[in-house]
Nanobody, 124 residues
Framework: QVQLVESGGGLVQAGGSLRLSCAAS????????MGWFRQPPGKERDVVAAISWSGGTTRYEDSVKGRFTIPRDNAKNTVYLQMNSLKPEDTAVYYCAAGSSGSATMDPSLYDYWGQGTQVTVSS
């Protein structure tokens, strides 16, 4: 069992930066792939980024490439989403998820555990 708690959301102006954190419980965190997803108002939840269990592979949704990164610290049981050059269209509830496959998959159905989400609002 893995429990995930996101933090770091808030209100930021366009062009600014935020770093989201996702703290995981459980000694098996290091074996899980981790992903960040987001759900804009009135839209479906979609993938943002994913990282393999080792951190050796990362994947990004096209609209965030070059702006977002997804580092992880297995010693701290934490994965981050560093978001730079934020745009109003990045406004959403952001969720982290853990996948037992260990691979950096962009498929939400392959993630087993989800956090409660944190709101990110980017003003223009």
């Amino acid at each position: 069992q893995v429990q995930l708690v996101e933090s770091g959301g808030g209100l930021v102006q366009a062009g600014g930066s935020l770093r989201l954190s996702c703290a995981a419980s459980g000694r098996t965190f290091r074996w899980y792939a981790m992903g960040w997803f987001r759900q804009p108002p009135g839209k479906e939840r979609d993938v943002v980024a994913a990282i393999s269990w080792s951190g050796g592979t990362t994947r990004y949704e096209d609209s965030v490439k070059g702006r977002f990164t997804i580092p992880r610290d297995n010693a701290k049981n934490t994965v981050y989403l560093q978001m730079n050059s934020l745009k109003p269209e990045d406004t959403a509830v952001y969720y982290c998820a853990a996948g037992s496959s260990g691979s950096a998959t962009m498929d939400p159905s392959l993630y087993d555990y989800w956090g409660q989400g944190t709101q990110v609002t980017v003003s223009s």
